[in-house]
């Protein structure tokens, strides 16, 4: 796992190796209500990498899951793109502001996790 400061107080956790097992265990420090929805993932990933003869569903997961923990892993982060997301799904303002938003965090936990 890497270290990523986040201003004075840090991440909740460093980010994990984007393996399964890595994921699964940073999953279950800072959200393990969502365990199982990864396990239900990575089942469907395996299978479906193992009847399309592909590792695209595998890195599908990873990227997910990767994703998911990089924005997780930062409280604040996490809180605003679950505000942003819920302007977005009420749909009473313009959302073009708040997608941009949502794309500009999913970015920047995309190069956190190193995609």
């Not at 930062?74 to 302007?87: C, F, G, K």
Request: charged share 20%; net charge negative; proline share 10%.
């Amino acid at each position: 796992m890497s270290a990523q400061p986040d201003g004075p107080y840090g991440p909740l956790i460093p980010m994990p190796d984007l393996t399964p097992d890595a994921l699964r265990a940073a999953v279950a420090r800072i959200a393990p209500s969502r365990i199982p929805a990864l396990t239900q993932h990575l089942f469907e990933a395996t299978t479906n990498a193992q009847q399309t003869q592909s590792l695209a569903p595998l890195r599908a997961f990873v990227h997910s899951w990767a994703v998911f923990v990089a924005i997780e892993r930062h409280p604040e982060r996490a809180t605003r793109l679950r505000e942003l997301e819920q302007i977005v799904a009420i749909a009473e303002q313009d959302p073009t502001a708040a997608i941009h938003e949502i794309q500009q965090i999913r970015k920047t936990a995309e190069a956190e996790a190193g995609l």
